[in-house]
Structures are given as C-alpha cells and as structure tokens.
C-alpha cells in the first residue's frame, strides 16, 4: 500500500495533557481512519473521517481530515492512564479505495 | 456481541506442524481480510476475500494458505512456517473490500509463534 507517514512515533504523556498525532502522505485519501490498539488486543476503530475538513469528536477524542486530502490529525485532550497503547491511522485511497496503514505511534504514561 | 471473533488467542507451533487460524465476524460484511502484525512495522495485508472470493494477494508466500467458506468464516492454514512467520496475525471484516464502506473491523488476534 501507499507510504503512510505517522509522527510522532513515541509518546509520553502526563496525566492531563492534551496531546496531538498526524499522518501525512502523498497520495490523496477519500477516508481517514483512527484505530487504538490495546497490548495483546486487536486495532479498535476510534473515528471515521469522510470529507476534506471534516472535524469529527469522540468524546475526549477529536481527528480531521485535512484540507489537501493528504493528511489527518488526531487530538487527545486531557489524557489520563487508560489512553495509553498504540494509535494507528489508516486512509482510503482514492484511486482504488484500498486501506493503509501507518506505522504506529505508541503512548506510554510518563512516570 | 464481539463482532469479529478470531481463534486460538495464541499458537506456538514447529516449523514442521500445520496449524489453521480461524476467523468469525457476526456483522453481517461482505469482505474478510488476513493481515500480519510484526513488532514496529505497519500491518501489512495479506489477503482479501469479497463475497467469499479471493480479490488479494500480496505476494504471501504459499505456506500460508486462505480459505473462505462464506462470508462469515475465514481461515489461514499453516505449514512449514519460519521462526520469522511468527507474529500477531489480525482478521478484519468490513461492508466491502472496494467502495465507500471499507472501514475495517479488527479481531484480536492469534499471536503465533514459530520455534
């Protein structure tokens, strides 16, 4: 599938920090989506993202799909223990509707 | 409900055994994927089933073998695996494999390990 660039690719995060992670590419995307992966636990898709500037909330979770159609955004807002695990996006291409993935960026808790 | 239901959770097997991974989802899709999990590499698809037929395969190689009964069991045969093969190997299903509905809906996983 396309390259997909996701950044950061590590975390930490303090207990009531927002935090923010994106996924850019060169290929233009018709979907975007964000999956979080539990240790030892298959991806859970947390947002779906269907149109260019769409800006969508699940709870304390907040994903755009931007403008160019080659990026999109995720936003955790004051984060707390249970968020941590590994976030992965994932986009839709355009040319042939196949999914790809990022590679991953992985919150850990700071102690 | 668990809407896509993968067994076993865990598989340690010989290079010499054949082994299958089995796959149910109970929502009602059309489309039914394999994909292979390695530590700090992104999911790489390896299969995909739409409508019980096979649309994909990414240059797997044929130890690996998909089946697809209909379209709410998928299977992965094993045999003569390498100790590289060993991963977490993810199911998914989703309305469609081509299209607007594609958003995958993953299983938990079989994490396989081959010695």
């Known amino acids: 599938g396309q390259q997909l660039n996701q950044s950061p690719q590590s975390m930490f995060i303090q207990e009531g920090e927002d935090v923010s992670m994106n996924c850019t590419s060169s290929?233009?995307?018709?979907?975007w989506l964000w999956y979080k992966q539990d240790p030892g636990e298959g991806p859970v898709l947390l947002i779906a993202?269907?149109?260019?500037?769409e800006l969508t909330s699940n709870g304390r979770l907040t994903a755009q799909f931007g403008i160019t159609r080659k990026d999109s955004f995720l936003n955790i807002s004051a984060s707390i223990p249970s968020d941590v695990g590994i976030y992965f996006c994932?986009?839709?291409?355009?040319?042939?509707?196949?999914?790809?993935f990022g590679a991953g960026t992985t919150v850990t808790v700071r102690a | 409900e668990t809407g896509v239901t993968q067994t076993p959770r865990h598989l340690v097997m010989g290079m010499t055994n054949k082994k299958s991974l089995k796959c149910e989802q109970h929502?009602?899709?059309?489309?039914m994927y394999w994909y292979k999990q390695s530590a700090k590499k992104p999911l790489e698809l390896m299969f995909v089933?739409?409508?019980?037929?096979?649309?994909e395969n990414n240059s797997v190689p044929s130890r690996f073998s998909p089946e697809c009964p209909n379209s709410s069991h998928l299977f992965l045969h094993l045999h003569t695996l390498q100790p590289e093969d060993s991963a977490l190997y993810l199911c998914?299903?989703?309305?469609?494999?081509?299209?607007?509905?594609?958003?995958?809906?993953f299983g938990q996983g079989t994490r396989l390990t081959v010695v």
């Open positions: 929502l009602g899709h059309n489309a």
């Open positions: 290929s233009i995307f018709n979907t």
């Open positions: 998914a299903s989703s309305q469609e494999s081509t299209g607007m509905n594609t958003e995958a809906f």
């Open positions: 994932a986009g839709q291409l355009s040319v042939d509707y196949k999914l790809s």
């Open positions: 089933y739409n409508f019980k037929e096979q649309t």
């Open positions: 993202l269907y149109k260019a500037g």
